[in-house]
Every structure is written in structure tokens, then in C-alpha cells.
Nanobody, 120 residues
Framework: QAQLVESGGGLVQAGASLRLSCAAS????????MGWFRQAPGKEREFVAA????????YYADSVKGRSTISRDNAKNTMYLQMNSLKPEDTAVYYC?????????????WGQGIQVTVSS
């Protein structure tokens, strides 16, 4: 299993942009699909976005589609989530995850999570 560490979260105003990063340890990063999930207070964890191991196929939840871009740099063992036009409902703890399958049915590695708070 890879070790995953998120960064880039924080408190922003509605309409702002934020870029989350997920740094992975180990030499197998380029063989895994990577993704982002989030969990808001009182809600279940939900899928946000995912990218295949080569970075050529991406998936997005309807709630962030058109406002977010997922990408990865396999040379740096890092994945990113660029989020624009942030809304208060984007407030959540964001987790990065690794899975053998790009649609992220059952990730086998998770980061510790990072808080994103969007004020209105």
C-alpha cells in the first residue's frame, strides 16, 4: 500500500480557487489510479474525481464537473485537484485514495484527509 499525504486545503471565500495535492510514497504510484473523495459533517464520504494510472482518463462527480480538474505527475508521485468557483457546499474533509481500478470502487490506500472550508 502507498502512503498518501494531502496538502493545500484551507479556508477560502465562495468563488475562490484552491489546488489540493496528494503526494505518494513508493515506486508503484504510476501503476495506480488515483482519486479524491470528500466527507462533509454529518454526511457519508463521497466520490469527487479520479484519474487513471497514465493520466489519460478522468472521472468527475456531477457536483464538481466543470469546476474542477484532476491531474497527476507520475515523475513527482503527485496528484492534484484544481477546484474553481468554490461553493460553501464544497466544505468537507478531502481524502486522496489509490485504487487498481480507475473508477475507484474500493481504494486500498487513503490519505489522512485535509480540511477545505468555503465561507459564503
Amino acid at each position: 500500500q502507498a502512503q498518501l499525504v494531502e496538502s493545500g486545503g484551507g479556508l477560502v471565500q465562495a468563488g475562490a480557487s484552491l489546488r489540493l495535492s496528494c503526494a505518494a510514497s513508493g515506486r508503484t504510484f504510476s501503476t495506480y489510479a488515483m482519486g479524491w473523495f470528500r466527507q462533509a459533517p454529518g454526511k457519508e464520504r463521497e466520490f469527487v474525481a479520479a484519474i487513471n494510472y497514465r493520466g489519460t482518463i478522468t472521472y468527475y462527480a456531477d457536483s464538481v464537473k466543470g469546476r474542477s480538474t484532476i491531474s497527476r505527475d507520475n515523475a513527482k508521485n503527485t496528484m492534484y485537484l484544481q477546484m474553481n468557483s468554490l461553493k460553501p457546499e464544497d466544505t468537507a474533509v478531502y481524502y486522496c485514495a489509490a485504487d487498481r481500478i480507475a473508477t475507484m470502487p474500493k481504494p486500498d490506500s487513503w490519505g489522512q484527509g485535509i480540511q477545505v472550508t468555503v465561507s459564503s
